[in-house]
C-alpha cells in the first residue's frame, strides 16, 4: 500500500509538500447540472429572473471559485490558474422539468493537479444557479457533480468513461 502523504508523524492532517514535483501542464473538466422547472427555464433562457442573468453570473461564480478553491477546501495548494472556462447546455428532462448541464474546464502549469478547482467551479455554478432561481421554486436538484477527466502529473490521465 503506498504510503498516506496528508497525514504526518501523529496521524494529524497535513498539505502535502509539493516543492520538489516538476512542474508540468495539467488539466481538469469537471461536470454538473441542476434541475429545474419549465418556470425557472423559461425565466433564464429569456433573461426574465429577477435578480439578473441567472447564467452570465453563475459563470463568473465559477470562475471566482476556481480561483479561491484554496481557500474553502482544507487541503488544496494555492494555484496559480492559467485558465477557467464554463459552458452550458440545456437538456429537456421532460414535460415540465429542464436540466442545465454545466462543464468546467481548468488549466494550470504547476506542481499539483486542478480537479479540485474544476469541481468547485461545477459545483458553485449550480448553486449559484439554485440561489437565483430560489425564489421561484426552491425545489431544483444539483447533481451529480464528478470529474470528467483530468491530464498531466505523475499519476497520469485520467477519463471517465462511465457514470
Not at 494529524?12 to 418556470?39: G, L, N, Q, Y
Not at 441567472?54 to 496559480?80: E, F, G, N, R, Y
Request: aromatic share 6%; net charge neutral; with cysteine.
Amino acid at each position: 500500500m503506498a504510503e498516506f502523504t496528508h497525514f504526518n508523524d501523529e496521524g494529524r492532517a497535513k498539505m502535502v509538500d509539493v516543492s520538489s514535483k516538476p512542474e508540468t501542464a495539467r488539466t481538469a473538466h469537471a461536470h454538473s447540472s441542476i434541475k429545474v422547472s419549465r418556470e425557472i427555464y423559461n425565466k433564464i433562457t429569456n433573461q426574465e429572473m429577477k435578480k439578473g442573468d441567472v447564467l452570465a453570473v453563475a459563470q463568473v461564480a465559477a470562475v471566482m471559485s476556481a480561483k479561491k478553491t484554496w481557500d474553502i477546501i482544507p487541503m488544496c495548494h494555492p494555484i496559480p490558474l492559467t485558465g477557467v472556462n464554463v459552458t452550458f447546455s440545456w437538456e429537456e428532462e421532460g414535460q415540465d422539468e429542464y436540466k442545465l448541464n454545466i462543464s468546467a474546464a481548468v488549466k494550470t502549469k504547476g506542481q499539483t493537479g486542478v480537479e479540485m478547482e474544476a469541481l468547485t467551479a461545477a459545483s458553485v455554478c449550480a448553486l449559484t444557479v439554485y440561489d437565483m432561481c430560489k425564489a421561484v421554486d426552491k425545489g431544483m436538484v444539483i447533481g451529480p457533480t464528478y470529474l470528467v477527466e483530468k491530464t498531466g502529473g505523475k499519476n497520469g490521465d485520467f477519463k471517465r468513461t462511465e457514470l
